[in-house]
Structure formats: C-alpha cells, structure tokens
C-alpha cells in the first residue's frame, strides 16, 4: 500500500530540475528537497563559545609568561609528545586527545613568540636563523611526565626498603 503525507509549503520545496548533468541518465523530473527551518543553534553556539573562552584564556595565560618561560615550555610539550608517541607504539594506554591538545597548545605559543618578534620588527628570515640557533641550543632533558614517573617507582622502592 502507497502512503502520502502532507506537510506544509514551507517545510519542502518543489523545483523542476534540468536534466541530470551525467548523460547516461535519463532524469528530468521533480525534485522535492526538504528544508529544515527548525534548528537548534544554541546547543552548538554555547559549545563554541565555551571553546572560545577557553582558548582567549589560555592565550592570556600564554601572553603574560616571558618568552624564555614560553620557550621552556615547548621544550616540555615536545617531550611529552614524543612520550605519548612511544606509548602509542608500545600499545600502551593513553588518552589519543591529548595528541591534538598538545599540539595546539605548542601552536599557540609559538604563534605568540611570533608576534613578539613581529612587535620587534623581526623578519621572518631572521626570524628562522633565530630559530634554528634555538633550537640547537636546547639541552635534552627528559619530560616533566617521566620526572613525575621516575620520582613515583623511587618512592615506591623506598618504601620498600623500608618495609
């Protein structure tokens, strides 16, 4: 058995459509499109917005530090990048949201040291010569995630020693 249902003119509309832009088909008939006029944008809006102050937050936070702190910091999400990446190939447990949170967060401050050397009237050539010196400059240390670790198993085995 056919059913029809009836809505109202302004929930479909009715076009007469060319043909089919393919020539292997035939088509040239009706198409009835339906447009949804009711949509709930506050569910999405207030989640973007509480993204947006999150972010305009964490950028102050990221503005007041100097860039020496700013650069230290990098340091320190690289290398706790570079940790979540062994655990992934280790298989071991990890949360895969914390890939994309560091990274945007190096982005961030690398793109406040960059409009600090703007304000400085640094090019962006210099700029990169700057970086590269930086970059070979960098002491390689182990990342605050494993100090924390190597300190948790030293405290576990003093304990029992002393047990």
């Known amino acids: 058995m056919l059913s029809l249902s009836v809505a109202s003119p302004s929930n479909f509309r009715i076009s007469r459509t060319p043909p089919f832009p393919f020539p292997k088909s035939s088509f040239s008939g009706l198409r009835i499109s339906h447009v949804c006029t009711v949509a709930s944008p506050s569910l999405s809006l207030s989640k973007t917005v509480v993204m947006m102050a999150k972010r305009e937050e964490e950028l102050k936070e990221i503005r007041a530090k ?3 702190e700013i650069n230290e910091e990098i ?3 690289k ?3 570079f940790m979540l990446r062994l655990q992934k190939s280790a298989r071991n ?3 895969s ?3 994309r949170r560091m990274r945007k967060r190096v982005a961030r401050m ?3 040291k960059r409009e ?3 304000e400085q009237g640094i090019n962006r050539r210099l700029s990169r010569k700057f970086d590269r010196q ?3 400059s960098i002491v390689v240390r182990p990342p605050p995630s494993l100090k924390k670790l190597q300190e948790e198993e030293a405290a576990a085995e003093a304990a029992e020693k002393s047990a």
Do not use: A, N, P, Y
């Open 66 to 68: 100097t860039t020496e």
């Open 116 to 118: 600090r050397e703007i």
């Open 97 to 99: 949201s914390e890939f």
């Open 110 to 112: 690398l793109t406040v």
């Open 75 to 77: 340091v320190d999400l």
């Open 93 to 95: 447990e990890f949360k």
């Open 79 to 81: 290398g706790e990048l």
């Open 134 to 136: 930086w970059k070979k």
